[in-house]
């Protein structure tokens, strides 16, 4: 029997088979040719596409704030992953498990598992994000001391208190890394005048992004299209320019860190407050998030071992141990 594990989110999807790891990893993203209505790529090929394409010709992200807005892209997409890794098994239907966001509403957990089921598994299980993501970020969840993981994807961030094997507060917000990108293009389009793509904004976060502001300042050239004569142009950004224009993102998703902190009962505070919280999520690659969490919440900030993966990885040990898990963790259908 085939199970397969698949971190499904707003910016990336990845996917773990058992014993083989994270074997495929590629961004949500499907081109589609609007006339024929039939899908020319997906992933990172599709990726290179967006802000460049045609009229007839149109770039999907089926996921939004972590839940699906488009079911028919989203089902051919999960489609093209199954097929992907299980190759010539494909006869076999296989059993998968899907990261959700701990905020998602009957209607769209019922979206993603029937998408799972038309794109040829046999069942769908889903596990809430912050749970796999702890359990990837080697978080001994079921133990009786109270963990607190948040996570920081493309489309939302996920915090969550864990303590033994379940959610106790859990707070899910749709910001993450997308609308970091956005504030970044707003920025450079009011201050400099001039209009770049979302691939270039996301490109200026991961190389001098930072969320505190810092003495050596990093520069990089980017090029886009001024707004005043419409010819395009090259400017120089500053780290400091990018941390302040991602400043407000940074704000909120640590006022619902504060909130969360607040409604955890005392005991686990204390826990807290000795452990630290772990980091996950895209979002987590941010330079020196971690400290700036710290600093503003007053509890250390770790980051997990390969931040992007954690879901994923958690999703491949509740693949293996699928009966332990089955009872205190799956969501029901």
């Not at 890794?85 to 006869?91: A, L």
């Not at 001391?145 to 749709?174: K, P």
């Amino acid at each position: 029997m085939k199970k397969i594990g698949i971190d499904l989110g707003t910016a990336n999807s990845l996917v773990f088979l058992p014993k083989k790891g994270v074997v495929l990893q590629e961004p949500s993203v499907v081109a589609v040719a609007l006339e024929e209505n039939k899908i020319l790529a997906i992933g990172e090929e599709a990726k290179k596409m967006i802000g460049r394409t045609p009229d007839i010709i149109k770039v999907y992200r089926p996921l939004k704030d972590g839940v699906i807005a488009d079911f028919r892209v989203t089902q051919a997409m999960f489609k093209y992953f199954i097929d992907k890794v299980c190759g010539f098994w494909r006869f076999l239907k296989p059993e998968l498990i899907i990261g959700v966001p701990a905020g998602i509403t009957s209607t769209e957990r019922r979206a993603v598992i029937e998408a799972s089921l038309g794109a040829g598994a046999k069942h769908a299980y889903l596990v809430k994000e912050p749970v796999l993501a702890a359990i990837g970020a080697n978080i001994p969840i079921n133990s009786c001391s109270g963990n607190m993981i948040v996570d920081i994807g493309g489309g939302t961030s996920e915090i969550a208190v864990i303590s033994l094997g379940g959610v106790v507060t859990c707070e899910s917000l749709r910001t993450g890394g997308d609308k970091m990108d956005l504030a970044i293009s707003d920025y450079i389009k009011k201050k400099h005048n001039l209009a770049i793509g979302e691939q270039t904004a996301e490109e200026i976060k991961i190389k001098i992004g930072t969320a505190l502001a810092e003495k050596e300042n990093k520069f990089l050239d980017i090029r886009g299209r001024d707004l005043i004569s419409g010819l395009p142009r090259t400017i120089t950004v500053s780290s400091n320019e990018v941390s302040e224009s991602i400043h407000d993102i940074l704000a909120e998703i640590i006022k619902v860190i504060k909130t969360v902190l607040r409604d955890t009962p005392p005991e686990l505070s204390a826990d807290i407050i000795d452990k630290g919280m772990t980091l996950s999520g895209g979002g987590a690659l941010l330079k020196n998030i971690s400290e700036k969490i710290s600093q503003e919440t007053g509890v250390p900030c770790f980051l997990a071992e390969d931040p992007l993966l954690c879901v994923a990885k958690g999703s491949g040990v509740v693949l293996e141990n699928l009966e332990t898990y089955k009872k205190s963790i799956m969501l029901k259908k």
